[in-house]
């Protein structure tokens, strides 16, 4: 079954240092979202994209986040200046249609800011 | 603004029996609602979608109802097996978004054999 693949697993940075992580979406889904999880908190939205733009983005996705789609198989999620509240796990999700569609979710990225 | 409850935070219990979990939402009407299983350090797994205009729906052992008039959804586990420890999401879309969601802060079942 296809899946949601996120690189890398896990990420230290210093903070105050800029992120990038990929994620590679379904080949034949059209939305993409990244969302968030602190440490024992709730699944948070951070932003959808489709056909090579932002469609949504929360209260959370600062000018500090961009994201893009750099050719036709990777998403990515770029934190410009890292903080310590930065530190949570970094979901990746894609799906065929917006709307009432499941998404597909990686197994995310573990960003620890130091 | 739009909240939803999961009011258990754990669930405990015994192999074979139905677990029963509960999703409550407030200050809007949405057009579905998702379930979705999450195990430790992994992302959530879609298990089910109801829309709002059906009661119920069932897949395998799984059961999903949607009450618009009370504002909730009842996820049930029938002969529930140690397997199926995890912790379950609710997830509702963002109003007047396309898709977007917005999660409960989940319900951790433990099935003890």
């Known amino acids: 079954e296809p899946e949601v693949t996120q690189t890398p697993s896990h990420q230290v940075t210093q903070m105050g240092q800029e992120v990038i992580l990929r994620c590679v979406p379904i080949?034949?889904?059209?939305?993409f979202y990244w969302y968030r999880q602190i440490l024992g908190q709730k699944v948070e939205f951070l932003v959808s994209?489709?056909?090579?733009?932002?469609?949504?983005k929360s209260e959370i996705f600062d000018d500090q986040f961009s994201v893009e789609r750099p050719d036709g198989s990777n998403f990515t999620l770029k934190i410009r200046s890292t903080k310590l509240e930065d530190s949570a796990m970094y979901f990746c999700?894609?799906?065929?249609?917006?709307?009432?569609?499941?998404?597909?979710f990686g197994d995310g990225t573990r960003l620890s800011i130091l | 603004s739009q909240k939803i409850e999961q009011n258990s935070e754990a669930l405990n219990i015994q192999e074979g029996k139905t677990a029963t979990l509960t999703c409550n939402y407030t200050?809007?009407?949405?057009?579905?609602l998702q379930w979705y299983r999450q195990d430790p350090g992994r992302g959530p797994v879609f298990l089910l979608l109801?829309?709002?205009?059906?009661k119920e729906k069932r897949k395998e052992r799984l059961k999903v109802t949607f009450d618009t008039t009370l504002k909730q959804s009842l996820f049930h586990i029938t002969a529930s097996q140690p397997a199926d420890s995890a912790t379950y999401l609710c997830?509702?879309?963002?109003?007047?978004?396309?898709?977007?969601?917005?999660f409960g802060k989940g319900t951790k079942l433990s099935v003890k054999p």
């Open positions: 200050n809007y009407s949405p057009a579905y």
């Open positions: 109801i829309r709002e205009n059906e």
């Open positions: 994209f489709y056909n090579n733009e932002i469609s949504e």
């Open positions: 080949s034949n889904h059209l939305y």
């Open positions: 997830a509702l879309p963002r109003g007047g978004s396309q898709g977007n969601l917005i």
């Open positions: 999700a894609s799906s065929m249609t917006a709307g009432n569609q499941p998404q597909h």
